[in-house]
């Protein structure tokens, strides 16, 4: 049988166990495209291993204004600015002992999503938008299929780091 591509989310119906121990052992290894690291709270980088999808949604925070007995159609945009950067991380752990829970993974995910300050990251897209820092909003460890895989998807916004301090002369 040949190793057909894992599926991370194991969304497929025909994905089986057998499938993810023959990736394993096969000791088959997949360049990452986009790479996705977060610095852990003791600044420690820690890779996120099988690529995880990354998918990014942002928008333009715009000020409208209607005018009453206008003559003109629609709206006055008045002002707008940029708006958060909401980030959706979806992935798997696998652990290569099929009997084995992936622990240790789930141990640092649980550092990063309990850090209580903006979250430093390095990943190739979130770079190129200007993205280096996030915050993790809301978090889920689904049911995963396997004693020795554990799904996961995060949910964060973009954060910058601001001088809120005005410095008086």
């Known amino acids: 049988m040949a190793i057909q591509p894992l599926n991370p989310l194991f969304r497929r119906s025909d994905v089986i166990l057998r499938e993810v121990k023959e990736l394993v052992e096969s000791g088959q290894t997949v360049a990452m495209v986009m790479p996705f690291t977060f610095y852990l709270p003791d600044d420690s980088e820690w890779l996120l291993p099988y690529e995880p999808l990354i998918s990014v949604q942002g928008e333009n925070v715009i000020v409208k204004r209607n005018v009453a007995k206008s003559e003109g159609r629609g709206s006055i945009k008045e002002r707008w600015a ?15 002992d099929l009997t084995k829970y ?10 990063v999503i309990t850090q209580r300050r903006a979250i430093k990251i390095k990943n190739e897209l979130l770079s190129l938008l200007n993205v280096n820092y996030l915050v993790i909003e ?5 049911f995963s299929k396997g004693e020795n895989v554990q799904n996961y998807s995060l949910t964060a916004l973009s954060d910058d780091s601001y001088n809120l301090f005005i410095e008086v002369k």
């Open 138 to 142: 809301s978090y889920s460890l689904p």
């Open 82 to 96: 940029e708006g958060d950067i909401k980030i959706m991380i979806e992935g798997t752990f696998v652990n290569a």
């Open 102 to 111: 992936p622990a240790t993974e789930v141990q640092k995910l649980r550092q």
